[in-house]
């Protein structure tokens, strides 16, 4: 049974990160989880799913990802409020944000939404040393996949090169 | 190489373009139905069905189909349905979150009413005091109580007739019994003077006595001729009296008759209560149910199931749907009549608060029933207001009736009116002023009940004065849930003016009808009376003639007794005597 279900895990994982260096996995991971954890139904985060399936990274970790971060993100979701509404409120900027509101698709953006700004700005404030520790476990991994392998060289790819 | 185009691969793919748009248009109808559905119920708490709905891109309309809005408290009424509803979409504001319309059009609109119907749970406003109802009551009762009852035996010629019969009675019974009496005592005294006389010795005593028995009986009768005279001249006496008492009768019956004053205003509250009553919950209902389908108050911070969204100071702030104008053209109910109308309704918004006009709503009618409706419900401001303007110059109006139909109900036949409605909700003061006007209206009285005299309503036929024209003016004030009315009208003061007339003339008729009567009444028991005496005069006459005529025999008969002597009595004839 449990041999069963490592197996199963084996398989998804060698789906995920086969043929997709730990930078792609990374960024792939990153955007995933920035969608997860902001709202849904705003440009932001159809924004960053275009963005998900236009780079080349590995959109099926992204999606994972997302939907992981999607009920992480109800944890989240206060500390995003209050920073959302400390941003703002922020009062030299009302007048910029009014302007980027009244905009045409200003609305759509979804930006005055408080979790909205909060989850962006805590995206933004964590993506690159997520991005960093996601390579590097990424890089780990393939190297334990790689060694353990009977037979075959390690992989070096250009991205897990220092 | 060949030009021409691959078309087994063009033409597959335009196929699928094709299918995929009409599919694409297929669920944004569905879509669009869902959300008009979700967003009617949500603004009018009522049952909203929307038989279809297409989402039109090359005209970038919406088109609604088959929209019917039931009534919040009846469901199985239907409030408001259209034919169809079709609001073309201003794709620029689409681009600020918001759907614009700037020229709708909705055709075939049936509307039953123009709020929904009064839960019948719901306590009714007391509109009018009660105390003054009760007092038009009471006064109709005295009213019908004046020409119901018997006023005759009241009349003083009819009582003291009557009271003078009865003394009678008992006086003539008086000398009967004495007469009789008389009689009885004279043929007792004679049958016993006639058994002393066989043997005047032993009744000596007796014979001696008689003289005095015989004069004590004869001032009997002399004292009882002199009473059965003082009889005869009371009835001479009473007679003129009765005469003499005939001229109060009159004044006594238009006394008894006189009809208590009564305030037009009141007995005018008294008729218009139940219908001005139901006008008038209506008129207060439609604004609470405005109040209700547009709740008043600052608009909050829409709270979303993630954060919440704020809004920047000059930012640009507006509701989410935004109707500019609407074209409406169906049928309504005015007075149990479909009538055509058309108009427009304007500024209608999904958050009132966030657009800084009022939703305007303008009906016209045109043909014989020409009305005029403005609605304007304002919740830019801090204060909710709401107006509502009718201005019918000629509503035709089916048979009324006003009143209780067990007490006194009027008839008002069909006729023409002219209806002006001002109605002005402020925050919660409510403030307005209806009049209505019908012209040449024949009233019709019905005096219900026990009340339903015969002489009185002929009477009260004739007064009304036929095919007069009503003004009804009825001013609001106080709060919208505890409103007040001062009602004015001219159907109270014709009605209490009719009455008074008819029972003027009712009064008039039974006064003579009385007077008459009574006068006929004492007239025979006076004859009836004066026969009784004559006889009674003739009988008792006989009878103190032929007890004066027994006691003169006795007293001849008897007259004079002496005391025997001892030769009349002792001496016995000679044996020889010749008479021995």
Redesign the interface.
């Given at each position: 049974m449990l041999f069963d279900f490592v197996a199963i895990l084996r398989q998804v994982v060698r789906y995920f990160v086969a043929n997709s260096a730990p930078g792609h996995l990374a960024a792939g991971f990153t955007i995933g989880m920035a969608i997860g954890l902001a709202?849904k139904g705003n440009l932001i985060a159809l924004s960053l799913c275009v963005v998900l399936f236009s780079i080349r990274c590995n959109r099926g970790l992204g999606l994972a990802a997302a939907t992981m971060f999607s009920f992480v993100?109800t944890w989240t979701?206060p500390f995003?409020?209050k920073l959302?509404?400390l941003a703002?409120?922020f009062e030299p900027l009302?007048?910029t944000?009014?302007?980027v509101?009244?905009l045409?698709?200003?609305?759509?953006i979804g930006f005055?939404?408080?979790?909205?700004t909060?989850a962006v700005l805590t995206t933004l404030y964590v993506a690159y040393p997520v991005f960093w520790i996601m390579r590097q476990f990424f890089t780990a991994v393939e190297s334990l996949a790689s060694s353990r392998r009977p037979g075959c060289i390690p992989q070096v790819t250009l991205e897990s090169t220092p | 190489m060949s030009a021409s185009p691959r078309w087994h691969r063009i033409v597959p793919r335009v196929l699928s373009v094709i299918v995929a748009l009409l599919a694409v248009q297929y669920l944004a109808g569905l879509a669009v139905r869902t959300l008009a559905v979700n967003y009617g119920k949500a603004a009018t708490s009522a049952s909203v069905n929307v038989a279809h709905a297409r989402v039109s891109p090359l005209d970038r309309s919406l088109v609604l189909s088959g929209l019917k809005i039931a009534d919040p408290s009846r469901p199985e009424r239907t409030l408001l349905s259209a034919d169809v509803c079709e609001l073309p979409i201003n794709l620029?504001s689409l681009?600020?979150?918001?759907a614009v319309v700037d020229r709708g059009r909705i055709s075939g609109l049936q509307v039953a009413s123009l709020a929904p119907a009064k839960n019948s749970r719901q306590d009714r406003i007391r509109w009018f005091d009660s105390a003054s109802q009760q007092s038009v009551e009471n006064w109709l009762f005295r009213l019908s109580n004046k020409f119901e009852r018997t006023l005759l035996e009241e009349l003083p010629s009819v009582a003291r007739t009557d009271a003078f019969c009865k003394r009678w009675d008992s006086e003539s019974r008086s000398l009967d019994a004495r007469a009789q009496r008389l009689e009885r005592y004279a043929s007792d005294l004679s049958e016993t003077v006639e058994a002393a006389e066989t043997n005047p010795l032993r009744n000596d005593t007796f014979f001696q006595e008689l003289p005095a028995r015989l004069a004590s009986l004869q001032n009997d009768i002399a004292a009882f001729d002199a009473d059965l005279k003082k009889v005869s001249a009371s009835l001479d006496d009473e007679r003129r009296a009765i005469v003499a008492g005939r001229r109060d009768d009159e004044q006594v019956l238009r006394d008894r008759l006189r009809l208590d004053a009564i305030d037009g205003d009141a007995l005018g509250n008294y008729l218009l209560e139940e219908v001005v009553g139901a006008k008038l919950d209506e008129l207060v209902g439609f604004f609470h149910w405005t109040r209700q389908a547009v709740p008043p108050g600052d608009v909050k911070t829409s709270t979303?199931s993630?954060?919440?969204?704020?809004?920047?100071?000059?930012?640009?702030r507006g509701p989410g749907v935004l109707i500019r104008s609407l074209r409406l053209d169906g049928t309504m109910q005015i007075a149990g009549r479909p009538v055509k109308f058309h108009g427009t309704l304007s500024d209608l918004a999904s958050t009132p608060a966030l657009h800084n006009g009022p939703i305007r709503l303008h009906l016209s009618t045109a043909g014989p029933l020409s009305m005029d409706l403005q609605v304007a419900i304002d919740r830019s401001s801090g204060q909710p207001r709401e107006m509502l303007l009718v201005e019918c110059q000629r509503l035709v109006l089916s048979e009324q009736s006003l009143g209780s139909a067990d007490k006194l109900q009027v008839k008002l036949a069909p006729s023409i009116a002219a209806m002006n409605i001002n109605v002005l909700l402020e925050g919660d003061n409510l403030s307005g002023d209806i009049q209505f006007v019908q012209s040449n209206v024949r009233m019709t009285p019905l005096l219900g009940g026990e009340s339903n005299s015969e002489p009185l309503l002929t009477a009260l036929f004739d007064s009304l004065v036929p095919d007069k024209s009503f003004s009804t003016r009825i001013l609001l004030a106080g709060t919208l849930d505890s409103p007040t009315c001062q009602l004015s009208s001219n159907v109270g003061s014709t009605v209490v003016d009719a009455i008074v007339r008819a029972a003027g003339r009712s009064r008039d008729a039974r006064v003579a009808m009385l007077t008459a009567e009574a006068g006929r009444r004492v007239d025979e028991q006076l004859a009836s009376l004066e026969r009784k005496a004559s006889d009674q005069q003739a009988k008792l006459a006989r009878c103190t003639r032929s007890v004066s005529d027994n006691l003169e025999r006795i007293a001849w008969g008897t007259s004079p007794r002496h005391r025997l002597s001892s030769e009349k009595v002792g001496r016995r004839l000679p044996d020889t005597s010749l008479f021995r």
């Open positions: 709202p993100g979701d995003a409020h959302g509404d703002l409120s009302q007048a944000y009014a302007s509101f009244s045409p698709l200003g609305p759509w005055n939404n408080t979790v909205v909060g | 620029g681009l600020h979150k918001q979303r993630r954060g919440e969204d704020v809004f920047f100071a000059g930012g640009r």
